[in-house]
């Protein structure tokens, strides 16, 4: 046998014969692509990438799915009407008809009311021009030219805009935040999964599935996250919206993005204007060691973290001033955001004497927030709760674990200063968030609570770590279904 036929055993005539049979596959598939035309090939291209698309965020797409089934179900049958404080629908509706306040006579229409003796709920802030140009808060009758005014951070309601102007004041807002709670847990899980690519913490993506899982449903998350009601709607989405702005914080990476999400998640909860300090710091002392010389003693590099800091602010800026242009044609003082003008309001008192902060209110909300125990009866068994508050360490059990990390690496210490500088204001403020199962403003440095126990370096399979979890999920589960607020109450669920 010649060489040639031992490097080609199927000799010249097998291989022309391959040559052959490639050549008419190849005329085949032109004939097929010619034959379906260029409309077909770009309809496979789509459905393709989509193919693609799906498998690389399959993780994704399971937990949304997953947490919307879910916490619909708990939702039960507040998921299919609107919850009983619909703030953020009316304001939107307030914008599409041309307006900056609320049309109160049509918005007593729509909830079947006649008159309007007084506002729809609670928490309306009511503003009355007192002769002098000066706007003062409405007391006693209404009038016909008070103007009134969701006090409240807008823009869930500006999320909103597009489906209240198909279903106009009728929106679903507790379904609506169901879907804003989905995408809020798909929004942490993706920041888990940035700080893993990073090498921030050493965790795989079972650890980084099984954390967001546990924010969903082991945590106040929960039950704020089935209400629908406008002080619980905007926390979730103040979770959601913390994610992405940390997702885009880290390393200083992204500033102008960064500064628009931040923005975004201070004009949904006020008190995240101090979360704000994550990204200085990541800006302007990285670490991971020398944090404080960083900043009296910047080196060479001053230049470019000052224009980092400079697009952070540049992407808040949008936002930031309309808001405040809004306070100022609403309430008459570019930082004022309403809630001096409360009508008829629990917390009027304590306003007019002490402010809306002062160290008056820290006892209180100190008890809400760390003290308060779940109530037991033994005869018969039965467990109940106080509407002010209840423990973290009841609502959070993974938080010992905080206090105990295994490591303390680069972002132990900006997480830590961020949760503090976010949570001392609501300590000192008139308002322990009141009527609530645990202490609901703690959602607003939730994630980063959870952030310090994912590079804290404690193992999930830990079996301390398992017990604190497991008792978080019942914690959570038993404020799902007992929790009975102000939807209940109104309407004698």
Same mark, same amino acid.
């Given at each position: 046998?010649?060489?040639?036929?031992? !490097?080609?055993?199927?000799?010249?005539?097998?291989?022309?014969?391959?040559?052959? *049979?490639?050549?008419? !596959?190849?005329?085949?598939?032109?004939?097929?692509?010619?034959?379906?035309?260029? *409309?077909?090939?770009?309809?496979?291209?789509?459905? &393709?990438?989509?193919?693609?698309?799906?498998?690389?965020?399959?993780?994704?797409?399971?937990?949304?799915?997953?947490?919307?089934?879910?916490?619909?179900?708990?939702?039960?049958?507040?998921?299919?009407?609107?919850?009983?404080?619909?703030?953020?629908?009316?304001?939107?509706?307030?914008?599409?008809?041309?307006?900056?306040?609320?049309?109160?006579?049509?918005?007593?229409? &729509?909830?079947?009311?006649?008159?309007?003796?007084?506002?729809?709920?609670?928490?309306?802030?009511?503003?009355?021009?007192?002769? !002098?140009?000066?706007?003062?808060?409405?007391?006693?009758?209404?009038?016909?030219?008070?103007?009134?005014?969701?006090?409240?951070?807008?823009?869930?309601?500006?999320?909103?805009?597009?489906?209240?102007?198909?279903?106009?004041?009728?929106?679903?807002?507790?379904?609506?935040?169901?879907?804003?709670?989905?995408?809020?847990?798909?929004?942490?899980?993706?920041?888990?999964?940035?700080?893993?690519?990073?090498?921030?913490?050493?965790?795989?993506?079972?650890?980084?599935?099984?954390?967001?899982?546990?924010?969903?449903?082991?945590?106040?998350?929960?039950?704020?996250?089935?209400?629908?009601?406008?002080?619980?709607?905007?926390?979730?989405?103040?979770?959601?919206?913390?994610?992405?702005?940390?997702?885009?914080?880290?390393?200083?990476?992204?500033?102008?993005?960064?500064?628009?999400?931040?923005?975004?998640?201070?004009?949904?909860?006020?008190?995240?204007?101090?979360?704000?300090?994550?990204?200085?710091?990541?800006?302007?002392?990285?670490?991971?060691? *020398?944090?404080?010389?960083?900043?009296?003693?910047?080196?060479?590099?001053?230049?470019?973290?000052?224009?980092?800091?400079?697009?952070?602010?540049?992407?808040? &800026?949008?936002?930031?001033?309309?808001? &405040?242009?809004?306070?100022?044609?609403?309430?008459?003082?570019?930082?004022?955001? *309403?809630?001096?003008?409360?009508?008829?309001?629990?917390?009027?008192?304590?306003?007019?004497?002490?402010?809306?902060?002062?160290?008056?209110?820290?006892?209180?909300?100190?008890?809400?927030?760390?003290?308060?125990?779940?109530?037991?009866?033994?005869?018969?068994?039965?467990?109940?709760?106080?509407?002010?508050?209840?423990?973290?360490?009841?609502?959070?059990?993974?938080?010992?674990?905080?206090?105990?990390?295994?490591?303390?690496?680069?972002?132990?210490?900006?997480?830590?200063?961020?949760?503090?500088?976010? !949570?001392?204001?609501?300590?000192?403020?008139?308002?322990?968030?009141?009527?609530?199962?645990?202490?609901?403003?703690?959602?607003?440095?939730?994630?980063?609570?959870?952030?310090?126990?994912?590079?804290?370096?404690?193992?999930?399979?830990?079996?301390?770590?398992?017990?604190?979890?497991?008792?978080?999920?019942?914690?959570?589960?038993?404020?799902?279904?007992?929790?009975?607020?102000?939807?209940?109450?109104?309407?004698?669920?």
């Amino acid at each position: 046998m010649s060489r040639k036929s031992k !490097a080609n055993p199927l000799g010249t005539a097998g291989a022309e014969g391959k040559a052959t *049979g490639a050549a008419q !596959a190849t005329e085949a598939e032109a004939g097929a692509a010619e034959s379906t035309g260029p *409309g077909a090939r770009v309809a496979g291209s789509a459905w &393709a990438a989509v193919r693609i698309w799906t498998q690389a965020y399959r993780v994704e797409l399971a937990l949304f799915v997953v947490t919307y089934g879910v916490l619909a179900s708990f939702s039960s049958q507040r998921f299919l009407r609107q919850s009983a404080a619909p703030h953020f629908v009316y304001q939107a509706k307030a914008w599409l008809d041309g307006r900056t306040d609320l049309d109160f006579e049509t918005l007593y229409s &729509a909830m079947g009311r006649n008159t309007p003796q007084h506002p729809i709920l609670e928490d309306w802030a009511c503003v009355r021009d007192d002769g !002098a140009g000066r706007k003062e808060r409405c007391e006693g009758d209404v009038r016909p030219t008070d103007r009134w005014y969701s006090s409240f951070p807008w823009f869930p309601a500006l999320l909103m805009v597009p489906f209240v102007a198909v279903n106009g004041y009728q929106l679903n807002d507790t379904s609506f935040g169901v879907g804003a709670a989905a995408l809020a847990i798909v929004a942490f899980y993706s920041l888990l999964r940035r700080l893993a690519r990073d090498h921030e913490a050493e965790r795989t993506f079972a650890e980084n599935a099984a954390l967001a899982v546990l924010l969903a449903f082991g945590t106040l998350f929960f039950y704020c996250a089935i209400r629908g009601e406008v002080w619980f709607s905007a926390e979730v989405m103040g979770v959601g919206l913390t994610c992405l702005y940390l997702r885009n914080a880290l390393g200083a990476r992204r500033p102008l993005v960064a500064g628009l999400f931040y923005s975004m998640a201070v004009l949904t909860r006020a008190p995240l204007m101090f979360t704000g300090l994550f990204f200085v710091l990541e800006c302007l002392a990285p670490g991971p060691s *020398g944090r404080l010389a960083q900043l009296t003693a910047p080196g060479p590099d001053l230049k470019p973290r000052l224009r980092k800091l400079a697009l952070f602010g540049l992407g808040a &800026a949008p936002l930031a001033v309309s808001a &405040a242009l809004y306070n100022k044609v609403r309430f008459g003082a570019f930082a004022e955001f *309403g809630h001096r003008f409360f009508y008829w309001n629990r917390v009027n008192a304590d306003i007019d004497q002490f402010g809306l902060f002062s160290s008056k209110y820290l006892g209180r909300n100190l008890d809400a927030a760390l003290f308060k125990l779940p109530q037991v009866s033994l005869n018969p068994l039965r467990f109940s709760y106080d509407p002010h508050g209840m423990s973290l360490l009841v609502t959070l059990p993974l938080l010992v674990f905080l206090l105990v990390p295994k490591r303390r690496p680069r972002l132990h210490w900006p997480l830590w200063a961020t949760v503090a500088v976010t !949570a001392l204001p609501g300590l000192f403020y008139q308002n322990d968030g009141y009527m609530q199962f645990g202490f609901r403003f703690s959602l607003d440095y939730l994630p980063y609570l959870l952030l310090l126990f994912f590079v804290g370096g404690w193992p999930l399979r830990n079996r301390w770590v398992l017990a604190a979890s497991t008792l978080g999920v019942l914690v959570a589960f038993w404020g799902a279904v007992a929790f009975r607020g102000y939807t209940e109450l109104v309407r004698s669920w």
